[in-house]
């Protein structure tokens, strides 16, 4: 029986190197434009390299949501600590490097189960944390719950974003700045406005592992 072919180490630079250039080209070109030959040419390296490393496209793709999950958990995890727990949130709902890079793995994961499952997971657990934080901030807040609950607030919050982008991709336009301004609007009477400095620290954070 044969033994199973040898990878590379996970931590080799390499490998970092071709997950960069796999999330840029999705970023960019979109996941379909994804290939071995074309994150082998972005990342500079000799197109045999992809496949030390990964044995297959899935596996790239895995490991990219995989970093890219643990980079989401730390600042979402961050951000429900900040002083301004909503606004973090916000802004890192709608980061629009965030939120296109979500989009392709969610258009991804429509052929591919396995990925599927894992943003499923991933999406779950993150509105779950959210929730519990942002019920005990309403009530801090002096918000009626029958007003709006903490999973609802978590809810629009995330998918919002996600419809914009999906607009903007359109060049759709109508109701784009007057939802912005609502949402913002609310923000500011629980929360004032936003100390921009500190959001912009949180949203700069590199990848783990991965330089700035």
Known sequence: MASPRRLGAPDAKNRTVLLDATERLMVEQGY???SSRRVAEAAGLKPQLVHYYFRTMDELFSAVFARSAERGIEIHTLALRAPQPLW???RFSIDPAVTALTMEFIALANHRKRLRTAIGH???RLRVDAARVIEELLTRYGV???EISAVVAITLMTSVSRVLIVEKSLDMNAGQTETFEFVESYLRKLEGEPCIDELEALMSM???NHPA
Do not use: R
């Open 32 to 34: 379909a434009a994804v």
């Open 88 to 90: 973090a949130l916000w």
């Open 122 to 124: 991933y999406a779950e």
């Open 144 to 146: 009626d719950p029958e």
């Open 206 to 208: 590199p990848f783990p």
